[in-house]
């Protein structure tokens, strides 16, 4: 099994930024890559951005590129957000997610363990 804890998020005015921390317990040897997903009231959850292990290629929504940033610490089994530019509609759980599968990467049926999820605001 794979732990995962979300940390950094709060509440934000529109405009600002936040950097949100992922850290892995547990069998992480058994993951190729992490992701990040958000969910937004109502909403269904959603692909925000990715990065794969092996030669770190990163992945994102394509209407969160040039905002939204990941990065990863494999051999401490860290994965960050940075974002920037933060809108009211940016609200959402973000949750972080450990890819042990062959799936797509934009897809959650590659991810295989989550974390409980950090709550991200945006004020107007």
């Known amino acids: 099994q794979v732990q995962l804890v979300e940390s950094g998020g709060g ?8 950097r949100l921390s992922c850290a892995a317990s547990g069998r992480t040897f058994s993951t190729n890559g992490m992701g990040w997903f958000r969910q937004a009231p109502g909403k269904e959850r959603e ?12 992945y994102y929504a394509d209407s ?3 905002r939204f940033t990941i990065s ?24 972080c997610a450990a890819r042990t599968g062959a799936q797509l990467i934009r897809s959650q ?3 295989a363990y989550w974390g409980q999820g950090t709550q991200v605001t945006v004020s107007s």
């Open 11 to 18: 509440l934000v005015q529109a405009g600002g930024s936040l």
């Open 47 to 58: 692909f925000v951005a990715a990065i794969r292990w092996s030669g770190g290629n990163t």
């Open 64 to 66: 969160l590129k040039g």
């Open 72 to 95: 990863g610490e494999y051999a401490k089994n860290l994965v960050f957000l940075q974002m920037n530019s933060l809108k009211p509609e940016d609200t959402a759980v973000y949750y």
């Open 109 to 111: 049926a590659a991810y």
